[in-house]
């Protein structure tokens, strides 16, 4: 019997943010893989199937054994909030696979993006030119990412932070303002969403000199605007650039 690997984006956590096609596809699978937070988010769609959860740095672990499970014949999901393949599963997934070269069935089932989520909850943060930034550099050298900040800042993106701060990383939230106050206004407009679509959801729009006054931590978003974007009430915008070209 063939297996069959789906590597499923079950979105922001809330039952009406997750596809049809990622239901139906956890609903066909034998085993349902992935860190313990987010199958207790999906608990009620997965029901009594096998279920394997961990810790969220047992990545490695999860991938292993969702490859195993797929070569002994059985359909197994592996999830991921979000989307699967944007800080996902999907991405150690697909380069153990690659690296050993297995012949096995793949499908990657998207999902809802936190930054999609996010922008949703504060306006138009996100509606020109954008890029996202892990601050987690557990896999990725602070150098790396410190470099990739000050370019984004220089070339006048709005800014996702990913991961901003955990208990054991405080400073690198820290040193990302200090870098982008050197090309952007201390007043720049800057969204913060915690558990967006989940419960406890937070979202506020205030400004990059103050935005350190908050709460932050891991499942916090953080989106700094560009140049142009600005606060109307409790929105943030970030203009298409429609107001230059024509009479708004």
Request: charged share 25%; aromatic share 10%; proline share 3%.
């Amino acid at each position: 019997m063939a297996g069959k690997l789906y590597l499923i984006g079950i979105g922001p956590g809330s039952l009406d943010n997750i596809t049809i096609r990622a239901m139906n596809k956890l609903k066909e699978s034998d085993i349902i893989i992935g860190y313990s937070k987010y199958i207790e988010l999906i608990r009620e769609i997965i029901g009594y199937k096998e279920i394997f959860g961990s810790s969220v740095v047992d990545e490695i672990a999860r991938a292993e054994m969702a490859i195993k499970y797929t070569i002994q014949g059985k359909k197994v999901s592996v999830i991921s909030s979000g989307d699967s393949g944007i800080y996902g599963m999907a991405g150690i997934v697909l380069e153990m696979v690659s690296h050993h070269n297995y012949d096995i069935d793949i499908e990657i089932v998207p999902g809802i993006t936190s930054l999609s989520s996010s922008s949703s909850l504060i306006g138009t943060p996100l509606m020109n030119d954008f890029c996202s930034i892990s601050l987690s550099d557990r896999l990725t050298p602070w150098e790396m990412i410190e470099k990739r900040i000050k370019s984004a800042a220089e070339s006048d993106f709005a800014i996702v932070f990913y991961n901003p701060k955990s208990q054991q990383r405080t400073e690198g939230i820290k040193k990302a303002r200090e870098i982008i106050m050197e090309y952007r206004n201390k007043n720049t407009p800057v969204g913060i969403i915690k558990n967006a679509y989940r419960e406890n959801q937070e979202s506020f729009v205030t400004n990059l000199e103050k935005f350190l006054d908050f709460d932050i931590d891991m499942f916090t978003t953080i989106i700094v605007g560009n140049s142009r974007s600005y606060q109307y009430k409790n929105y943030m915008i970030t203009p298409r650039n429609y107001d230059l070209r024509y009479n708004l």
